[in-house]
């Protein structure tokens, strides 16, 4: 059924890619624009966002841009201002940033737990402060936050930090939630595991594999009971019912796109000290 987001403003951060193919961002930007939404588009790398834009534009749709860094409150400002000055509302917010760092509670340097609390959390209460008074004046509009499996269970890497951010995400969700029901906002979590999006190419299988691209595919795959990754538009999907109104009874929800992988034990790594 298409025409889902007719006549909404969506307003994504993190709606770049870190490479070439389809980020979390990307396609959710891309099928918002898909079911009938009017994007803006925001992202830190301003090449990678236009590139979102081009994509969206040439099948007919459309797309404002914007280069912000969202762990910086002034250039928040800026872009709900500019996403304002461009549709006049937000309907939409949909905080996509974050990423993960490696290590545990003894090794991690207090600078990459600090910047792994702006990049992933910090921002998420940032931008949603500067939109909800957009929101509730319209008494309507829907916030949309990405947490993570590891948000819930170990998940095959010490992350500490990232864990912790992605299950505080889970909990702010329910806290906003709550707290703006009665105002015609609701709030709601993706909880996205394994997926194969460029990120897990230009990135984690230089983190952990040296490079192997084909390593780290190969073992995220296998710890998932449907036996394979999903997809940047797994996450898209959830995003389109949670910004339409089919979920306009549904808030402080989850969804859980992981193949089943937080269901089993994952085990630890062989050189873990007993």
Same mark, same amino acid.
């Given at each position: 059924?298409?025409?889902?987001?007719?006549?909404?403003?969506?307003?994504?951060? @993190?709606?770049?890619?870190?490479?070439?193919?389809?980020?979390?961002?990307?396609?959710?930007?891309?099928?918002?624009?898909?079911?009938?939404?009017?994007?803006?588009?925001?992202?830190?790398?301003?090449?990678?966002?236009?590139?979102?834009?081009?994509?969206? =534009?040439?099948?007919?749709?459309?797309?404002?841009?914007?280069?912000?860094?969202?762990?910086?409150?002034?250039?928040?400002?800026?872009?709900? $201002?500019?996403?304002?000055?461009?549709?006049?509302?937000?309907?939409?917010?949909?905080?996509?940033?974050?990423?993960? $760092?490696?290590?545990?509670?003894?090794?991690?340097? =207090?600078?990459?737990?600090?910047?792994?609390?702006?990049?992933?959390?910090?921002?998420?209460?940032?931008?949603?402060?500067?939109?909800?008074?957009?929101?509730?004046?319209?008494?309507?509009?829907?916030?949309?936050?990405?947490?993570?499996?590891?948000?819930?269970?170990?998940?095959?890497?010490?992350?500490?930090?990232?864990?912790?951010?992605?299950?505080?995400?889970?909990?702010?969700?329910?806290?906003?939630?709550? =707290?703006?029901?009665?105002?015609?906002?609701?709030?709601?979590?993706?909880?996205?595991?394994?997926?194969?999006?460029?990120?897990?190419?230009?990135?984690?299988?230089?983190?952990?594999? @040296?490079?192997?691209?084909?390593?780290?595919?190969?073992?995220?795959?296998?710890?998932?009971?449907?036996?394979?990754?999903?997809?940047?538009?797994?996450?898209?999907?959830?995003?389109?019912?949670?910004?339409?109104? =089919?979920?306009?009874?549904?808030?402080?929800?989850?969804?859980?796109?992981? @193949?089943?992988?937080?269901?089993?034990?994952?085990?630890?790594?062989?050189?873990?000290?007993?």
């Amino acid at each position: 059924m298409a025409g889902r987001l007719a006549g909404k403003v969506a307003l994504i951060s @993190g709606a770049g890619s870190c490479g070439p193919g389809w980020g979390n961002g990307r396609a959710t930007a891309t099928l918002f624009a898909r079911e009938g939404a009017k994007v803006f588009a925001a992202d830190l790398n301003e090449e990678a966002v236009e590139e979102t834009r081009k994509t969206i =534009e040439e099948e007919g749709n459309f797309c404002a841009t914007h280069s912000c860094d969202v762990t910086k409150s002034d250039q928040i400002k800026e872009m709900v $201002a500019a996403c304002i000055k461009e549709f006049g509302t937000v309907d939409i917010l949909h905080n996509n940033v974050g990423g993960s $760092a490696a290590g545990g509670a003894m090794d991690m340097d =207090e600078e990459i737990w600090d910047r792994q609390m702006d990049h992933n959390l910090k921002h998420v209460f940032l931008v949603t402060k500067e939109v909800l008074p957009h929101m509730v004046k319209q008494h309507s509009g829907s916030i949309i936050n990405m947490s993570s499996t590891s948000g819930l269970t170990y998940g095959g890497a010490f992350q500490i930090a990232y864990a912790t951010t992605k299950a505080a995400i889970r909990r702010y969700s329910q806290a906003v939630a709550i =707290e703006f029901a009665g105002r015609g906002v609701r709030c709601n979590t993706i909880i996205p595991g394994q997926l194969h999006t460029p990120m897990v190419e230009v990135r984690l299988a230089g983190q952990r594999t @040296g490079g192997d691209v084909d390593a780290i595919i190969a073992s995220r795959n296998a710890r998932i009971p449907m036996g394979q990754m999903g997809d940047g538009f797994d996450v898209a999907y959830a995003a389109v019912y949670f910004a339409s109104d =089919e979920s306009k009874f549904v808030t402080g929800s989850e969804i859980v796109l992981d @193949g089943g992988m937080s269901l089993k034990c994952t085990p630890l790594p062989d050189d873990y000290p007993q």
